[in-house]
């Protein structure tokens, strides 16, 4: 995925292919971008929220610097960056892999509950990916009574703003549909949605609400991805 979104952006007067890897993708990215596959080291952050540690680039980035005052201002003094991980970038392998370290600015650091500080948010210096080890969709979309989600109303401006920056890049890609049953068979509303929240009992917790059951994972060009009732090859 993201060779393949660097390669769209590889020239910007066709297209504006934006990225926000969040968690996993996070991983992924970091990964693809160095080219080394035992980048990551083991981190103890799941079900739990923190501030984030601002280096001296982020409130000028473009991911960053495109939100409200007040909304950076809370990411860095209160509990709004939603942690779900176990493996991570420490500050140290990004900056010993060239792939990575030369391609992309250090925005945020964290740390787990053990005070092992990892890179929590970076941006690419010249293509529009921004990639977060945290979850900023999770505040407005996840209500499990298990997890520790910040559901405030500055918790919530983390999660528009975040969402704007993604819109405003999208805006200006020059990908489209070719017509509506192409836009049709893009959407989520495809697949099943299943209510995975419910309680057994009264004293249960789930852990998500929500979950949307996809087919297996089709391999197929980008830049043309099959129409309807066309065969495509299934990746196992």
């Given amino acids: 995925m993201v060779r393949a979104a660097t390669a769209r952006n590889a020239h910007p007067a066709k297209d504006h292919f934006p990225v926000l890897a969040i968690c996993l993708g996070f ?64 500050l140290e392998a990004l900056t010993a892999e060239p792939g990575l370290r030369d391609a992309v600015d250090v925005l945020s650091l964290s740390a787990d509950p053990e005070g092992r500080v990892y890179v929590s948010s970076y941006e690419h210096r010249t293509l529009p990916f921004a990639a977060v080890q945290w979850h900023p969709e999770k505040n407005a979309f996840e209500w499990g009574d298990k997890l520790h989600i910040p559901h405030t109303d500055g918790a919530l401006a983390v999660t528009h703003a975040v969402a704007r920056w993604l819109s405003r890049h999208a805006r200006a890609s020059a990908a489209a549909p070719r017509d509506v049953l192409e836009e049709d068979d893009a959407l989520i509303y495809n697949h099943p949605a299943a209510f995975t929240g419910r309680h057994e009992n009264v004293g249960d917790r789930p852990w998500l609400d929500q979950a949307y059951v996809l087919p297996p994972w089709v391999d197929w060009d980008a830049d043309h991805p099959p129409r309807r009732g066309e065969r495509v090859a299934v990746a196992r």
Avoid: C, I, Q
């Fill in 27 to 90: 991983e992924a990215m970091s990964v693809a971008l160095s080219g080394n596959a035992s980048l990551l080291s083991r981190y103890d952050a799941e079900d739990g929220a923190a501030p984030l540690f601002f280096t001296t680039a982020a409130r000028g980035s473009s991911f960053f610097g495109s939100m409200p005052a007040t909304v950076l201002d809370d990411l860095e003094t209160k509990p709004y960056a939603r942690e779900s991980h176990t493996w991570g970038v420490s």
